[in-house]
């Protein structure tokens, strides 16, 4: 195998393989939307209490989940460097499979929390998928592949919870029971179709010291223009992460809506992410390369969070939303960028780094964007209910800065 002829090299084949991928990845988006319609009841149904409690209790999971990938994003992006892809997805899967199980009978909130830990572990596996299809892409074909990313997560940001919430109504153990199923057959699927894309050739040692983030990032920082681009990545994210922290608040403290609307616009947002990401991406990197699509995306959300800082309008809000997921051309063609600068026996710890930041960026910007929306709309004497959509709008002022000071890396025309 050698860059110009990925692996796997029939069509049919290589076509299996992305799509077990696509699947993976889709249901590592789902998993988490699947069971948020059940996880108010089933916190008190284990511990008891208020729903403001459960609320906290729910805090904690999500945020331990998070830390799970952000430590994990660069060890399996590293251990799939060294043993390969394949078995780091399917233990992986596995892993996820039985995790899912747990929950469905788990008695105590101490079980719940362990299986959040277990659970974020098995997710860094985005990771090591990325990775896979830095392996199989041309360099060329890197930043339009890497946008199927970005539409996996879409599909399964729509469907997950949308899933979920009629499952719910079964019991709340019933949601678990389902992304265990979902997984075992993905396993299955896996099993048969997935190629190993690791050969000797770009086979790396594993090194503790270098799979942990902050060794994974100073190693990778030497390479040229990286540093620079791990920040914009963790920027970029840390101001989109503004739509699923403050987006149901901000809905109903500016226009009114009830539960069916918000849920009904994030999903309207989730198809148009999916279109963006795994359709449209293409041809505007051919008309604009890696660096114009960044720029045009960049400058496109400013205008869209300003927009949003100032609608007062819901109906018109609505009509805006699909629209708002334009802009989400910057992450696939950033990774594009990224992988061309890295060895392809970097390719899994690179993009662990690139989790690792999204993940601090999932740790951090739901805590900023909730208090900057609860100043402006809680007794500061200025109701600004898209005061979090301003903040997103100066981060993008501060994303193009720091993309457009670097030096020039060479791109796709």
């Not at 699947?23 to 008891?48: F, K, Q, Y």
């Not at 992460?241 to 149901?248: D, F, G, H, N, Q």
């Amino acid at each position: 195998m050698t860059v110009t002829d990925p692996a796997p090299a029939e069509p049919a084949a290589r076509k299996r393989a992305i799509t077990f991928i696509i699947i993976t990845l889709m249901l590592d988006a789902m998993g988490i939307g699947l069971i948020l319609p059940v996880m108010p009841d089933l916190i008190r149904e284990v511990e008891g209490g208020t729903l403001g409690t459960a609320a906290l209790w729910g805090g904690v999971l999500a945020t331990t989940f998070a830390v799970m990938q952000f430590i994990f994003g660069p060890i399996l992006g590293s251990l799939s460097d060294r043993f390969g892809r394949r078995p780091v997805l399917l233990v992986s899967l596995a892993v996820m499979t039985v995790d899912y199980l747990v929950m469905a009978v788990a008695g105590s909130i101490w079980l719940l929390f362990l299986t959040r830990v277990i659970g974020g572990i098995t997710a860094a596996t985005q990771s090591t998928a990325a990775a896979f299809i830095a392996d199989i892409s041309k360099p060329e074909e890197k930043s339009a592949n890497f946008g199927l990313i970005g539409a996996a997560f879409g599909l399964g940001f729509v469907l997950g919870p949308v899933i979920g919430g009629l499952l719910g109504e079964l019991g709340t153990r019933a949601p678990f029971y389902a992304a265990a199923a979902l997984g075992a057959l993905n396993l299955l699927f896996g099993y048969y179709v997935l190629p190993e894309t690791v050969t000797d050739r770009i086979r790396r040692p594993f090194s503790l010291r270098r799979a942990n983030p902050f060794g994974a990032f100073r190693a990778l920082s030497q390479l040229d223009g990286l540093r620079r681009l791990i920040f914009l990545v963790f920027l970029y994210e840390f101001a989109f992460i503004v739509y699923p922290a403050t987006w149901a608040y901000f809905t109903k403290e500016a226009f009114g809506w009830s539960p069916g609307m918000v849920g009904g616009s994030l999903a309207m947002f989730g198809i148009g992410m999916a279109l963006v990401q795994g359709v449209l991406i293409r041809p505007v990197l051919r008309r604009f390369g890696e660096r114009g699509t960044i720029i045009y995306g960049i400058t496109f959300n400013f205008v869209a969070f300003l927009a949003l800082t100032l609608l007062t309008n819901g109906w018109i809000a609505l009509a805006f939303t699909p629209l708002t997921a334009l802009g989400a051309v910057v992450t696939p063609a950033l990774q594009g960028l990224m992988s061309q600068r890295a060895g392809d026996d970097q390719q899994g710890e690179l993009q662990g780094v690139i989790a690792s930041a999204k993940s601090i960026a999932m740790i951090f910007s739901p805590l900023v964007m909730t208090q900057l929306f609860w100043v402006f709309t809680d007794g500061t004497g200025v109701h600004l209910p898209g005061a979090a959509f301003a903040l997103s709008a100066l981060l993008m002022i501060v994303c193009m800065v720091t993309f457009l000071g670097r030096p020039r890396v060479p791109a796709t025309p």
